[in-house]
């Protein structure tokens, strides 16, 4: 069985670009979640989907970053325009509904914006 | 006071040496733990859950203090390729949604 899969691994931006990461939760799993890992600090919670609807995004830092789930398959989440603070690894990780506790995490892409 | 916190080390112990992470907890609702592992530049994965006052599992045990609200996860046998960040997480409680909050890890070296 695949795991989670982002993409792109790494990718280096210039503060004010935009930046477009993708994921790919393992099959059959409707709860998708997005988390980020900036230099130093714990891992932290940004979103996350039940399919397609946004159950609790509680954790998005500010309105320059855009999450989407459309037919309930991937997820993308955007970044418009990125500052240097964007800068971390950005997790995304998927459950089953009947165990929703039990989260795998993809590889993770490292932003950086320079 | 932080949700979880946890000592981040490094733990430097020989290979097999008995070493053992404590991790505290605010939210003293909080039902169920997990360990996770993260290797250096990847994903954390799942390690263990604490449901109630333990689990083993091999070499790797769990346990739950809930008087005190800390959690400890204990290696015995250390070997090199047990050197990785071990997080301490705890999922929100009952209504509380799905996120899982970390703590910051701490970081295990099994040296020769």
């Known amino acids: 069985e695949a795991g989670v899969t982002q993409f792109p691994s790494h990718s280096v931006i210039e503060k004010g670009q935009t930046v477009t990461l993708r994921c790919d939760p393992i099959?059959?799993?409707?709860?998708l979640y997005w988390y980020r890992r900036v230099m130093g600090k714990e891992i932290k919670f940004l979103l996350h989907?039940?399919?397609?609807?946004?159950?609790?995004e509680s954790g998005m830092p500010n309105n320059r970053f855009l999450a989407e789930r459309t037919g309930g398959t991937y997820s993308t989440l955007k970044v418009q325009p990125a500052e240097l603070e964007d800068s971390g690894v950005y997790f995304c990780a998927s459950s089953q509904v009947r165990n929703p506790y039990e989260q795998y995490f993809g590889p993770g892409t490292r932003l950086t914006v320079t | 006071r932080k949700e979880v916190e946890q000592d981040p080390g490094p733990f430097n112990v020989p290979e097999g040496a008995t070493v053992a992470f404590n991790c505290t907890y605010s939210n003293s609702a909080s039902q169920s733990f997990f360990w996770y592992r993260q290797d250096c530049r990847k994903e954390p994965k799942l390690l263990m859950s604490?449901?109630?006052s333990g689990n083993e599992d091999g070499r790797f045990t769990a346990q739950l203090n809930r008087a005190s609200q800390y959690i400890s996860l204990l290696i015995r046998d250390s070997k090199l390729s047990d050197s990785a960040t071990y997080l301490c997480v705890v999922p929100p409680f009952t209504g509380g949604g799905n996120k899982l909050t970390f703590g910051t890890g701490t970081q295990l070296k099994v040296e020769l």
């Open positions: 989907f039940v399919k397609e609807s946004k159950q609790d």
């Open positions: 604490v449901y109630s």
């Open positions: 099959s059959g799993h409707d709860n």
